[in-house]
T-cell receptor, first 112, second 113 residues
Framework: DQQVKQNSPSLSVQEGRISILNCDYTNSMFDYFLWYKKYPAEGPTFLISISSIKDKNEDGRFTVFLNKSAKHLSLHIVPSQPGDSAVYFCAASVYGFNKFYFGSGTKLNVKP | DAGITQSPRYKITETGRQVTLMCHQTWSHSYMFWYRQDLGHGLRLIYYSAAADITDKGEVPDGYVVSRSKTENFPLTLESATRSQTSVYFC????????????FGDGTRLSIL
């Protein structure tokens, strides 16, 4: 059973608007969360992370929000750009452990 | 260039054959990982290694063997390939520092006929 779920396989957004990608998890022990971006024929690249002691982390156009009570995190991209079109994976782990659990990915298409 | 490289990038083989996927990193990262990516499943951990000569199973280890005689290399072997092992395989590494992200190679697309 998947411990990290991304229920939207795809998302289409107009350039300049906000993109919101969602991720849910079931294991309450998870305390470190990451988002990766993946282009075709390349490996995933790290985008942004958040630990459970925070509920928000920003890096430029990218913000990750964590709602521990709902076991939910989201990635906001503002403003969205065509170069953001990629597959986005969320991942989670427990502090001190090396197993990262990934969601199935959301394919974002940003239309010019 | 420094980084993490996987070889080959593409491989076609037949059921029952042994095949080895290579992974090499130049960062001297302690931890290395092998994942497979399948539609609808995202990335699933096959094996990981905390240091040379230390390996451990992930979520889907059956049918795979790993070794790590040197810190920089982490080969993955399919001893007798099956069609269900057709997938894209990613190697990753990360430093020993807590809560650091993994860095991924560009993957090996493996097809088993």
């Amino acid at each position: 059973d998947q411990q990290v779920k991304q229920n939207s396989p795809s998302l289409s957004v107009q350039e300049g608007r906000i993109s919101i990608l969602n991720c849910d998890y079931t294991n309450s022990m998870f305390d470190y969360f990451l988002w990766y971006k993946k282009y075709p024929a390349e490996g995933p690249t790290f985008l942004i992370s958040i630990s459970s002691i925070k509920d928000k982390n920003e890096d430029g156009r990218f913000t990750v929000f964590l709602n521990k009570s709902a076991k939910h995190l989201s990635l906001h991209i503002v403003p969205s750009q065509p170069g953001d079109s990629a597959v986005y994976f969320c991942a989670a782990s427990v502090y001190g452990f090396n197993k990262f659990y990934f969601g199935s990915g959301t394919k974002l298409n940003v239309k010019p | 260039d420094a980084g993490i490289t996987q070889s080959p990038r593409y491989k076609i083989t037949e059921t029952g054959r042994q095949v080895t996927l290579m992974c090499h990193q130049t960062w001297s990262h302690s931890y290395m990982f092998w994942y497979r990516q399948d539609l609808g499943h995202g990335l699933r951990l096959i094996y990981y290694s905390a240091a040379a000569d230390i390996t451990d199973k992930g979520e889907v280890p059956d049918g795979y063997v790993v070794s790590r005689s040197k810190t920089e290399n982490f080969p993955l072997t399919l001893e007798s390939a099956t069609r269900s092992q057709t997938s894209v395989y990613f190697c990753a590494s990360r430093s020993r520092t807590d809560n650091q992200p993994q860095h991924f190679g560009d993957g090996t697309r493996l097809s088993i006929l």
